[in-house]
């Protein structure tokens, strides 16, 4: 049995690559949270939840071998079961999906927001653990589905204020590049390799990439032939999917978002043809912020019937580093606890000033009742640090009148109003924007 000591002698960090939210890191998160509900819901999705355990057999065959076996936290339960903290959501939704496939109504529109973990190298933009916006389309195999899924990560950007200088999404048909690949007498056993290849182009310094390519079986002419199909900006033109999937962007008012790219493949096995990934073009590095595909085959791979699927998904952590560069957080959601400060003006007046938060609680109003009585000004200054934009004093002139003092400490105003009056009153303040 493992023992600890009662007693701590310093402050113990946390788990690397994990973090703290505090207060307003978290009202940061929720902001971003609240406008991923509101993209997803004007396209009529739904959220669900899943496990934030799972086995690591669901991920064995499905996810690829760099993230089972190296970037996966595993363990042995009490029972001698191998669990893992989930590292993505595809394979969970897959089996969800699979075990009430009778008795759900197709086509699906789901997505969910949580935690996920790898264990990876932490660094800028990158952790341990991880929230992740996932959102998928099950049942329709059409382009224009596929269509759809870009539709909604160009929607959430343009939402946020991100526009078509500042981010990319580029697409990409599997199938396509698998029919080159065939062109090139790679066999089918090799094509996943080939495949991964691709996808650290431009992760690798090219004589490193083609040494890699080297040793995966390609000949210096195929490797030749290779290159000469990645440089193709045309190549999408052979692929029915991707012109019907770039005519619904148009259609859509997207087209000005998304780009044909060869190179993205995305590394998870599963993606059957259409790839997608968006990228940062901010910044002084072009990073990765979501990327996603059509995944036809895993709900049959988890035991359910064939059955075609789309969608993406997105970690909290690079979107909220551009996000913060570029100034496009508002400044409500720098987070202010409360609309309201109700003083307390003396030990005598406490109970009567938290009746008075009660009230305005009741009308609506984000209040702080303050719960010791002592001077206004300090009051005042706690009020001013945690953003709190109306204090209300109920001195004992006021308690006898039945009236309150409401102070706009933005545009250093204030008015002594009947006490019903006190909610309208702070209302009609909130109306006015102090100057920015």
Do not use: C
């Not at 394979?91 to 935690?115: I, T, Y």
């Amino acid at each position: 049995m493992l023992k600890f000591p009662l007693v701590m002698k310093t402050i113990v960090p946390s788990v690397k690559g994990t973090r703290d939210f505090y207060p307003e890191e978290m009202v940061a998160r929720a902001w971003l949270y609240q406008k991923m509900r509101q993209v997803s819901e004007s396209f009529g999705y739904q959220e669900y939840e899943a496990p934030l355990l799972e086995t690591i057999e669901l991920y064995a065959a499905k996810s690829g071998e760099e993230l089972v076996n190296q970037q996966s936290f595993v363990f042995s339960d009490r029972g001698g079961d191998l669990i893992t903290l989930r590292p993505e959501m595809t394979p969970s939704l897959a089996r969800m999906v699979a075990q009430r496939q009778k008795q759900l109504v197709f086509p699906l529109r789901w997505w969910s927001w949580g935690p996920f973990w790898r264990y990876e190298k932490p660094q800028k933009g990158r952790t341990r653990e991880f929230f992740q916006w996932n959102i998928d389309l099950i049942g329709p195999d059409s382009p224009e589905a596929d269509a759809e899924m870009i539709a909604i990560a160009a929607t959430f950007f343009k939402t946020l204020g991100l526009t078509a200088s500042d981010v990319v999404i580029q697409i990409n048909d599997r199938a396509l590049i698998n029919e080159e690949l065939a062109g090139l007498d790679v066999p089918v056993e090799k094509r996943p390799d080939v495949l991964t290849l691709i996808d650290r182009k431009s992760k690798m310094a090219p004589v490193e990439w083609d040494a890699y390519a080297l040793e995966v079986g390609l000949s210096n002419g195929q490797l030749d032939r290779l290159k000469a199909i990645l440089a193709n900006n045309e190549l999408w033109k052979k692929s029915p999917r991707l012109i019907a999937i770039f005519k619904a962007l148009e259609a859509m008012g997207f087209q000005e978002y998304v780009r044909y790219d060869s190179g993205v493949i995305r590394g998870l096995l599963y993606y059957t043809s259409t790839v997608f990934e968006a990228f940062d073009l901010s910044g002084d590095v072009k990073r990765s912020i979501l990327g996603g595909g059509r995944y036809d085959n895993l709900m049959s791979d988890v035991g359910g019937d064939p059955l075609p699927a789309v969608g993406f998904a997105m970690g909290d952590l690079i979107i909220t580093l551009i996000l913060q560069r570029l100034g496009l957080i508002p400044a409500e959601a720098a987070g202010s606890p409360a609309q309201v400060l109700v003083t307390a003006f003396d030990q005598q007046l406490l109970p009567a000033s938290l009746a008075l938060a009660h009230e305005l609680r009741q009308a609506g109003l984000k209040v702080i009742g303050y719960t010791e009585a002592g001077k206004l000004p300090r009051q005042f200054k706690f009020a001013d640090r945690m953003k709190i934009r109306i204090a209300v004093v109920l001195g004992p002139d006021e308690y006898a009148q039945e009236l309150v003092t409401v102070k706009d400490l933005a545009l250093g105003r204030q008015e002594t109003v009947s006490r019903k009056l006190a909610a309208a009153t702070i209302y009609k303040m909130l109306e006015s924007r102090p100057a920015s």
